[in-house]
Structure formats: structure tokens, C-alpha cells
């Protein structure tokens, strides 16, 4: 019988990403439901020195496989390593981070596998017996669909970045760490690597920043919103529309086609709120609206709203502060 | 080199409306277009047909009515267009879906298979990697550009990531997905949209393949959609209307509540 829930946490060049701990945090939440163990996968080359970390971070077990072949992500030897796993092992939830790495690997899994997978999922339940329900937006964010796994196992999600809350580290922890070798089927290693290249990221990451300095379509002029975020210690992001008219890179983009934050504050200046932008930010922390407009559905998701003009808001603010 | 583009008709997404009353979709009169990831496949596929000479097939799982979206294809300058297309598909989840696509990929025969990255109504980007495992062919994803090496007779891919890129390649059958930036898909061109009206869809039904019944539709499909809601807020909601110093000033004292400054 399947048992215990596994998070397959995402290494680039050794360095854990965040979408791992917050799967971690999430894993051992419904642990405490099903009062199993949390299992994290750690599969690269020159990675096992990173495993104690994951048991830091929540894992009760860190299966590890550290092996020349999955220097650089490439999809089989990927697949190979974690099919490997779990049909030894046989976890009964399996979760990815919905990133380029974990869209890629999680459905070529599950179909190895035959089981249900759900994408990009911003909720996940369970209950007493182990059931999981995975939650995620569909249509353009218009819907929420609750879907489950009834007769299959593991039950597979992608979860969608920056929706879950990190795992707190705590070094006192304990865990096992079980180093796993696998027999390559190098015949199936068709696809070869040629060249990989770091993209220089020009922008800070919105997704890591404390407090967002947002703008909208009611913004004019940026600059200011830059010199509130550097006075709040924060950054600057942005809503579709100042993207789509070139004003702001699209790595600031907040919202259904771009990145899902939950900042500490979150601070929407002249951003009416399409349901597209709430998907990305709703989780937020604490969110102040300033709009003009008294019916902007912004405001139905706001802790503080006000009705003002921003860029006047944003001008006494910086004198302010 | 035998080209399928396997593509999906969607409601234009970006037109759905939420019913205030009801509480759900608006889908009437929503008008069904070509999934915009796959648009681009098919213009991918075009193009290779173009600069080294390919058959390029295109298919699309649905009801009768995407035929429209087949003849749209064919009038952007496809070959062959086939419906895949019968009760016994209907409810299949991405699984059951790669399956029976997978199947008619089998049937068809092909070097090269295309898909987009993901379809705007589901965006799970799951049934283009679960085709190729379904086929046992390789999968590069994430495709930002794709060209053919004649001489070695493989593809050379760039792979996107949100932090990098690679440049792969691959010799012999495989299954990319590709991003609808790569490239701006080209208008239905007039002889290509008189010449559509000449051509047969083609229809493949569940007898057409090797299919068991038991791995498509609902009962082939793992996972079950247990309910579905519109967006609903809870938050707590203080809507002040304030002149622009005292709104700087209410913002600052709700910071320095909080210790954010």
C-alpha cells in the first residue's frame, strides 16, 4: 500500500529553489492530517551535501540520487531517477513545483506511472484516510476546479510557486538520508545537451521581495513608484497593462501570466484588479488598493483601501517617508 | 520528414464572463478559437515544411464542431487534417486525452510530432510530455526555437527556462512543445483557404485505433473533478476615500503596525 508524502524538491547548479521548501511546508501540513512521513527526493550531481538541509526544513526522509547523469536537467535521466524511487518506495502523494522543470517532469512521470496528475495547483487538502484535494485555477483564472485521485496511486500535483508558505528551518531536526543508485537505460538518453546558458536576471525578483511597490494602467509615470519601493525597502511590480505598453519588463509582471507573489505588503497603485491580476497576489499578506475608480474590484481584495489619486499618494509618500 | 501538430479548440478565454446570478461560466457566445501555443506549432511546422521539405498533418481531439479549427490549419497551409472524434472520448483528463492522441499518432505515423506548450482553457501543459511517453519518444519542452540540421538529420531546440536556456538536440522520432513566442503564426493565405475547401478532414473514431476503453474517457481518466467555484473573497475590507496626505499617511501608520517599516 502506498504511504508517506514526497516532495520532489528542485536543485539548479546545488542550490535548493524555493518552491521546495514551500512544498516542503505544505507536505508536512497534511502530514499532520495523515500522520505520515514527509519524503523529499533530491536527485543532481554534487548534491547530497544539501540533504540535511531538507530534513531541516521538514523532511523525514531524503532519498538521494547523486550521479553524474543529472548534471544539467535533461528530461529521461530525470524520469529514470524518480520512476525508480517511487516504485520502490511507493509514496502516496508526489509533489512538483510548477515551474519549467517540474511541468516537464511531473506529466512524463505520471504517465510511466499511470496515475492522475493535476497542474499548477494554489491549494491542496486531505483528508483523515489520505485523499488528497488539489485546487487550481482553470480558465484564465475565471474557475476553480477541486479535483481528486480516487483510485490511483501516487497522487501527483504541480504546485504553482510562491502560493505556499516556506517551511520554517529548524536545525534540530532529524531525518535519514538514503543514497539510491540507479541502472541507466542510457539507450533511452537520446536527447544530448549541447549548450547551457545562465540568463542574466536584470530585474529583482518580485517573487522574493518583502514589500511590492505594484502599478497599474492608472500610473503614469513609474519613476516615483520606484523611489516609494527603495524608501520601503521593497520592489517594484507591475500589472498587464504597463507591460503590454513596454513600460515595465514583463520578470515584473503580477498575475495569471505572469509571476503569483505574497509579499508581506503588497501595494496596488492605479491597478484596477482583473481576475487575472488577483490570481497572482491575492495571497498576499496585508494589501493596501489606490484607485480612483470606487468600484474597482481591486478593493474587494484589499485590506486597506483607499480612494485617492496615486500618483499623488505616491508624491506625499515620498515625502513622507 | 512526417510532421503531426496536434492542436486543441479553446474559448477565447480572455472573452469568458463570470454570470453575477449563477455564479458560473458564461460560455455562450464566447467565440472558439485555436489554442494560441499550438497556433504557433502548426506556423513551426510550416515553416520546416518550407526550408527542408515536410508533410505536415495536423490534428485536434474534440467534438464535430472543430472541424473549424482543422480547416483553419489547412488554410494557414497544413496538409492533412484529421477529427479525432467519438463519444467514448468524452470526459478524458489529460491522461486519457494523451492516450487516445498517442494512438492516432500511431496510426498516422510520424518523425516529428508538435504540440504547443499548453492550452489556455486547462493550462496543464501535461498531454504533449504524456503523448511521448505514451510513444516512448524523447520530449523537449519549453521551445523557443526549433530548426532542422539536414546533414546529421536532427533538431536542434533552444529549451527555455524561467533562468536559463538550452540548446538540445535530437536524432531520429521526438515530441516538442513549443511557446507561442516563437514565432507570430501567419494569416490563412487566400489559396490556402480556397484549397482548404478541396481537401477532406479526415475522421478517426475510437474503432479507428488501438485503443482499450478502458484507458480513455471518464473511466480512463485517474483524476476527477470534485467541484468547481468562482472566485470568492473573504478578506476583510476597509475602503476609505481620503485626500492624497492623508491616504500617504494611512498607508504608512498600517506599515509601521505591521513592523514592515
Same mark, same amino acid.
Given at each position: 500500500?502506498?504511504?508517506?508524502?514526497?516532495?520532489?524538491?528542485?536543485?539548479?547548479?546545488?542550490?535548493?529553489?524555493?518552491?521546495?521548501?514551500?512544498?516542503?511546508?505544505?507536505?508536512?501540513?497534511?502530514?499532520?492530517?495523515?500522520?505520515?512521513?514527509?519524503?523529499?527526493?533530491?536527485?543532481?550531481?554534487?548534491?547530497?551535501?544539501?540533504?540535511?538541509?531538507?530534513?531541516?526544513?521538514?523532511?523525514?526522509?531524503?532519498?538521494?540520487?547523486?550521479?553524474?547523469?543529472?548534471?544539467?536537467?535533461?528530461?529521461?535521466?530525470?524520469?529514470?531517477?524518480?520512476?525508480?524511487?517511487?516504485?520502490?518506495?511507493?509514496?502516496?502523494?508526489?509533489?512538483?513545483?510548477?515551474?519549467?522543470?517540474?511541468?516537464?517532469?511531473?506529466?512524463?512521470?505520471?504517465?510511466?506511472?499511470?496515475?492522475?496528475?493535476?497542474?499548477?495547483?494554489?491549494?491542496?487538502?486531505?483528508?483523515?484516510?489520505?485523499?488528497?484535494?488539489?485546487?487550481?485555477?482553470?480558465?484564465?483564472?475565471?474557475?476553480?476546479?477541486?479535483?481528486?485521485?480516487?483510485?490511483?496511486?501516487?497522487?501527483?500535483?504541480?504546485?504553482?510557486?510562491?502560493?505556499?508558505?516556506?517551511?520554517?528551518?529548524?536545525?534540530?531536526?532529524?531525518?535519514?538520508?538514503?543514497?539510491?543508485?540507479?541502472?541507466?537505460?542510457?539507450?533511452?538518453?537520446?536527447?544530448?545537451?549541447?549548450?547551457?546558458?545562465?540568463?542574466?536576471?536584470?530585474?529583482?525578483?518580485?517573487?522574493?521581495?518583502?514589500?511590492?511597490?505594484?502599478?497599474?494602467?492608472?500610473?503614469?509615470?513609474?519613476?516615483?513608484?520606484?523611489?516609494?519601493?527603495?524608501?520601503?525597502?521593497?520592489?517594484?511590480?507591475?500589472?498587464?497593462?504597463?507591460?503590454?505598453?513596454?513600460?515595465?519588463?514583463?520578470?515584473?509582471?503580477?498575475?495569471?501570466?505572469?509571476?503569483?507573489?505574497?509579499?508581506?505588503?503588497?501595494?496596488?497603485?492605479?491597478?484596477?484588479?482583473?481576475?487575472?491580476?488577483?490570481?497572482?497576489?491575492?495571497?498576499?499578506?496585508?494589501?493596501?488598493?489606490?484607485?480612483?475608480?470606487?468600484?474597482?474590484?481591486?478593493?474587494?481584495?484589499?485590506?486597506?483601501?483607499?480612494?485617492?489619486?496615486?500618483?499623488?499618494?505616491?508624491?506625499?509618500?515620498?515625502?513622507?517617508? | 520528414?512526417?510532421?503531426?501538430?496536434?492542436?486543441?479548440?479553446?474559448?477565447?478565454?480572455?472573452?469568458?464572463?463570470?454570470?453575477?446570478?449563477?455564479?458560473?461560466?458564461?460560455?455562450?457566445?464566447?467565440?472558439?478559437?485555436?489554442?494560441?501555443?499550438?497556433?504557433?506549432?502548426?506556423?513551426?511546422?510550416?515553416?520546416?515544411?518550407?526550408?527542408?521539405?515536410?508533410?505536415?498533418?495536423?490534428?485536434?481531439?474534440?467534438?464535430?464542431?472543430?472541424?473549424?479549427?482543422?480547416?483553419?490549419?489547412?488554410?494557414?497551409?497544413?496538409?492533412?487534417?484529421?477529427?479525432?472524434?467519438?463519444?467514448?472520448?468524452?470526459?478524458?483528463?489529460?491522461?486519457?486525452?494523451?492516450?487516445?492522441?498517442?494512438?492516432?499518432?500511431?496510426?498516422?505515423?510520424?518523425?516529428?510530432?508538435?504540440?504547443?506548450?499548453?492550452?489556455?482553457?486547462?493550462? +496543464?501543459? #501535461?498531454?504533449?510530455?504524456? =503523448?511521448?511517453?505514451?510513444?516512448?519518444? &524523447?520530449?523537449?519542452?519549453?521551445? !523557443?526555437? %526549433? $530548426?532542422?540540421?539536414?546533414?546529421?538529420?536532427?533538431?536542434?531546440?533552444?529549451?527555455?527556462?524561467?533562468?536559463?536556456?538550452?540548446?538540445?538536440?535530437?536524432?531520429?522520432?521526438?515530441?516538442?512543445?513549443?511557446?507561442?513566442?516563437?514565432?507570430?503564426?501567419?494569416?490563412?493565405?487566400?489559396?490556402?483557404?480556397?484549397?482548404?475547401?478541396?481537401?477532406?478532414?479526415?475522421?478517426?473514431?475510437?474503432?479507428?485505433?488501438?485503443?482499450?476503453?478502458?484507458?480513455?474517457?471518464?473511466?480512463?481518466?485517474?483524476?476527477?473533478?470534485?467541484?468547481?467555484? +468562482?472566485? #470568492?473573497?473573504?478578506?476583510? =475590507?476597509?475602503?476609505?476615500?481620503?485626500? &492624497?496626505?492623508?491616504?500617504?499617511? !494611512?498607508? %504608512? $501608520?498600517?506599515?509601521?503596525?505591521?513592523?514592515?517599516?
Amino acid at each position: 500500500m502506498n504511504k508517506n508524502i514526497w516532495v520532489f524538491c528542485e536543485q539548479r547548479d546545488g542550490e535548493i529553489q524555493p518552491v521546495a521548501l514551500e512544498l516542503l511546508g505544505i507536505a508536512k501540513e497534511l502530514s499532520e492530517k495523515t500522520n505520515e512521513k514527509v519524503g523529499a527526493i533530491l536527485v543532481g550531481h554534487n548534491v547530497k551535501a544539501k540533504a540535511n538541509d531538507l530534513v531541516a526544513y521538514g523532511a523525514d526522509e531524503v532519498y538521494v540520487v547523486d550521479d553524474e547523469e543529472l548534471d544539467n536537467f535533461l528530461t529521461e535521466p530525470y524520469v529514470q531517477a524518480v520512476y525508480k524511487l517511487v516504485s520502490d518506495y511507493k509514496p502516496s502523494i508526489l509533489l512538483f513545483g510548477a515551474t519549467s522543470i517540474g511541468r516537464d517532469l511531473a506529466p512524463r512521470l505520471s504517465a510511466r506511472l499511470r496515475t492522475g496528475l493535476t497542474a499548477d495547483c494554489t491549494k491542496l487538502e486531505c483528508d483523515e484516510k489520505g485523499n488528497l484535494f488539489m485546487t487550481r485555477p482553470a480558465f484564465g483564472g475565471n474557475l476553480f476546479a477541486t479535483i481528486a485521485c480516487p483510485d490511483h496511486r501516487p497522487q501527483m500535483s504541480t504546485v504553482r510557486p510562491g502560493v505556499m508558505k516556506k517551511a520554517e528551518r529548524d536545525d534540530s531536526r532529524k531525518g535519514e538520508i538514503i543514497d539510491v543508485k540507479i541502472d541507466w537505460d542510457t539507450s533511452k538518453f537520446a536527447v544530448k545537451l549541447i549548450e547551457e546558458v545562465k540568463e542574466v536576471q536584470s530585474v529583482d525578483k518580485i517573487e522574493d521581495a518583502k514589500i511590492l511597490v505594484s502599478c497599474g494602467r492608472g500610473v503614469k509615470n513609474v519613476k516615483p513608484a520606484f523611489e516609494v519601493a527603495e524608501k520601503l525597502k521593497g520592489t517594484v511590480s507591475s500589472s498587464r497593462a504597463l507591460v503590454d505598453a513596454g513600460v515595465m519588463e514583463h520578470a515584473r509582471q503580477v498575475g495569471q501570466t505572469g509571476k503569483t507573489v505574497r509579499p508581506q505588503a503588497y501595494l496596488a497603485f492605479g491597478i484596477s484588479g482583473a481576475i487575472q491580476h488577483l490570481a497572482g497576489m491575492e495571497e498576499s499578506e496585508f494589501i493596501v488598493a489606490v484607485n480612483t475608480d470606487k468600484s474597482a474590484p481591486i478593493f474587494k481584495v484589499a485590506n486597506l483601501g483607499i480612494v485617492s489619486d496615486a500618483a499623488a499618494v505616491m508624491k506625499n509618500l515620498i515625502k513622507m517617508l | 520528414m512526417k510532421i503531426i501538430v496536434c492542436i486543441k479548440q479553446v474559448p477565447n478565454t480572455t472573452e469568458i464572463k463570470i454570470d453575477p446570478v449563477t455564479n458560473t461560466l458564461k460560455r455562450d457566445g464566447v467565440p472558439s478559437i485555436i489554442n494560441p501555443d499550438d497556433k504557433s506549432a502548426i506556423d513551426v511546422a510550416i515553416q520546416l515544411k518550407e526550408k527542408h521539405g515536410a508533410e505536415v498533418t495536423v490534428i485536434c481531439m474534440g467534438p464535430p464542431q472543430a472541424e473549424n479549427a482543422l480547416r483553419e490549419a489547412l488554410a494557414m497551409g497544413a496538409d492533412n487534417a484529421y477529427l479525432l472524434t467519438d463519444r467514448a472520448f468524452a470526459g478524458s483528463d489529460t491522461l486519457a486525452t494523451s492516450t487516445i492522441v498517442a494512438a492516432a499518432i500511431k496510426k498516422l505515423g510520424a518523425d516529428v510530432v508538435l504540440c504547443g506548450r499548453q492550452a489556455i482553457d486547462g493550462d +496543464t501543459a #501535461q498531454v504533449g510530455p504524456q =503523448i511521448a511517453e505514451h510513444l516512448g519518444i &524523447p520530449q523537449i519542452t519549453y521551445a !523557443a526555437a %526549433i $530548426d532542422y540540421n539536414e546533414e546529421r538529420n536532427s533538431l536542434i531546440v533552444k529549451r527555455q527556462f524561467e533562468d536559463r536556456y538550452q540548446t538540445l538536440e535530437v536524432s531520429g522520432q521526438c515530441l516538442v512543445t513549443v511557446l507561442s513566442t516563437l514565432c507570430k503564426p501567419r494569416y490563412m493565405n487566400v489559396w490556402d483557404i480556397v484549397d482548404q475547401d478541396s481537401k477532406e478532414v479526415g475522421k478517426i473514431t475510437f474503432a479507428d485505433m488501438d485503443l482499450d476503453a478502458k484507458n480513455i474517457g471518464l473511466a480512463g481518466s485517474p483524476t476527477k473533478v470534485q467541484s468547481t467555484a +468562482t472566485k #470568492q473573497f473573504d478578506k476583510t =475590507i476597509e475602503t476609505l476615500e481620503l485626500d &492624497p496626505e492623508a491616504a500617504a499617511k !494611512a498607508i %504608512i $501608520d498600517a506599515l509601521s503596525k505591521r513592523h514592515l517599516i
